[in-house]
């Protein structure tokens, strides 16, 4: 079982940034991939970015690569999002979730049914 929690959320003008970060219980941590995903209203939850066990590799949606980053250090047991150059259209709930299927090469999981676990959610608001 692992438990999320998000944080870092906020209210930010257009071309700022803001870093979330989600802290993991348990110790298996270090054995699950790590994602974010966000939800805007009347949307459909939808893949931000995602690491691998080791965070070695990253994934990341087309409209936020060169913008976002997505970090961990599994001595922390923690998964950070940085966002930069934020646009009004990245205005959401963002949600840290995990899996623990081994991503490798093109082979990760962008789809939220495949991932298990799920934090509460931090909202992201961008201001024009």
């Known amino acids: 079982q692992v438990q999320l929690a998000e944080s870092g959320g906020g209210l930010v003008q257009a071309g700022g940034s803001l870093r979330l970060s989600c802290a993991a219980s348990?110790?298996?941590?270090?054995?699950?991939?790590m994602a974010w995903f966000r939800q805007a209203p009347g949307q459909e939850r939808e893949f931000v970015a995602a690491?691998?066990?080791?965070?070695?590799?990253?994934y990341y949606l087309d409209s936020v690569k060169d913008r976002f980053i997505i970090t961990r250090d599994n001595t922390k047991n923690t998964v950070w999002l940085q966002m930069n150059s934020l646009k009004p259209e990245d205005t959401a709930v963002y949600y840290c979730?995990?899996?623990?299927?081994?991503?490798?090469?093109?082979?990760?999981?962008?789809?939220?049914?495949?991932?298990?676990?799920w934090g509460q959610g931090t909202q992201v608001t961008v201001s024009s």
């Open positions: 979730a995990a899996t623990r299927a081994y991503f490798s090469g093109r082979d990760y999981a962008n789809s939220a049914d495949e991932y298990d676990y």
């Open positions: 690491t691998s066990w080791s965070g070695d590799i990253t």
């Open positions: 348990g110790r298996t941590f270090s054995t699950h991939s």
